[in-house]
């Protein structure tokens, strides 16, 4: 797999990345929502890949952290079976860092933090988008959810709903067959 680029076309480098997971870290922010981080969910999939990429060269642009999120239900689907989420969550957590935010190591100048959050998706991420006073909530989107919207999946359509903060959605690449119709 070849270098990482993030959506500016800014490639990604190996250097200035600061220790996750550890809230310490955090740079010294100033006053203003432009100083507000940034909080993206992701749950693995290559839509929440795009719009963790594209959440961090807008962290980047405008100088802020990054807070990656990811939900744990109470159950999750194991081999076929609904198992309690507790008995994953290292393994969860294992994923979510090294794995889905391992592109994020390779930009430079990048500082971001990641979360495991027991809850519902769109709940757990716009409660870390208020404990961190998020400026911007950003949501991959595949559109193929269950909402009216035709071009907004189910999740991303209840953030937007719900959020009382910006949110950004960013959509899948110009690819249809992820996208329903919709008449207007």
Known sequence: MGPKTLPSGAPASESGVMEHGDVSTTPE??????????????DGSDEAERGMLFAADLALTLGVELVVVHALGMFSQTAGWRVPVAEHEAEATALLRNTWCAPLDDVDGLSWDWRIVQGVATEAVLRVADEVDAGFVVVGSHGAGNSDEPLLG?????IVRNSHRPVIIVPPPDNHRHRRVGVG
């Open 29 to 42: 922010r100033t006053g203003g929502a432009s100083a507000s981080p940034i909080v993206v969910g992701t």
């Open 154 to 158: 189910s999740t991303s359509y209840w």
